[in-house]
T-cell receptor
Framework: IAGITQAPTSQILAAGRRMTLRCTQDMRHNAMYWYRQDLGLGLRLIHYSNTAGTTGKGEVPDGYSVSRANTDDFPLTLASAVPSQTSVYFCASSASLRRGHGYTFGSGTRLTVV | SQQGEEDPQALSIQEGENATMNCSYKTSINNLQWYRQNSGRGLVHLILIRSNEREKHSGRLRVTLDTSKKSSSLLITASRAADTASYFC?????????????FGQGTTLQVKP
């Protein structure tokens, strides 16, 4: 089934630990995105990638890093987790960044930092 | 910073009634999109309307866009209990280098059977 796979589904993480959230798509979409969703704040863009090999910062990039070694994978890394990073993280993709296209979202990773 | 603001924040209607949600935004856009999110799930793309379009239909959905007022509305006709979800508008930038979507905070719709 074409779409986006995120892993893990949920995680409880000790503060200070490093963690990588995985995101894989099989639609050959060029653009990929990471959002976090917090109650009362909606979805906020963390990082994005226009195409394999390029990444860019979104609205709330601090404390997060991404890489885009190939078209399909777009992992999000928290180098040293803090409680304020407790959130639901969504990975998304679209055919193109520059032309308006609908996004396909993954099912999300619920992360709790304690 | 949020670009789109949905109104109302919450809406409760009876099955069979129409539901209207509104979205206002601040800067010029290339396109505006609506998404649905069921509880605990990811967002699902519903419809995209470009800045040179005024109205678009998809099944029971009707979207309008008024760029002069910087506003959009989503109408769901003959609502069903399965339409219960949060609905988000998202705006895509007006220049070729800002295609990233900015989401509003959403409208929570409850359709009572």
């Amino acid at each position: 089934i074409a779409g986006i796979t995120q892993a893990p589904t949920s995680q409880i993480l000790a503060a200070g630990r490093r963690m990588t959230l995985r995101c894989t798509q099989d639609m050959r979409h060029n653009a990929m995105y990471w959002y976090r969703q917090d109650l009362g704040l909606g979805l906020r863009l963390i990082h994005y990638s226009n195409t394999a090999g390029t990444t860019g910062k979104g609205e709330v990039p601090d404390g997060y890093s991404v890489s885009r070694a190939n078209t399909d994978d777009f992992p999000l890394t928290l180098a040293s987790a803090v409680p304020s990073q407790t959130s639901v993280y969504f990975c998304a993709s679209s055919a193109s960044l520059r032309r308006g296209h609908g996004y396909t979202f993954g099912s999300g990773t619920r992360l709790t930092v304690v | 910073s949020q670009q789109g603001e949905e109104d109302p924040q919450a809406l409760s209607i009876q099955e069979g009634e129409n539901a209207t949600m509104n979205c206002s935004y601040k800067t010029s856009i290339n396109n505006l999109q609506w998404y649905r999110q069921n509880s605990g799930r990811g967002l699902v793309h519903l419809i995209l309307i470009r800045s040179n379009e005024r109205e678009k239909h998809s099944g029971r959905l009707r979207v309008t866009l008024d760029t002069s007022k910087k506003s959009s509305s989503l109408l769901i006709t003959a609502s069903r209990a399965a339409d219960t979800a949060s609905y988000f508008c998202a705006t895509g930038g007006g220049s070729s280098n800002t295609g990233k979507l900015i989401f509003g905070q959403g409208t929570t719709l409850q359709v009572k059977p």
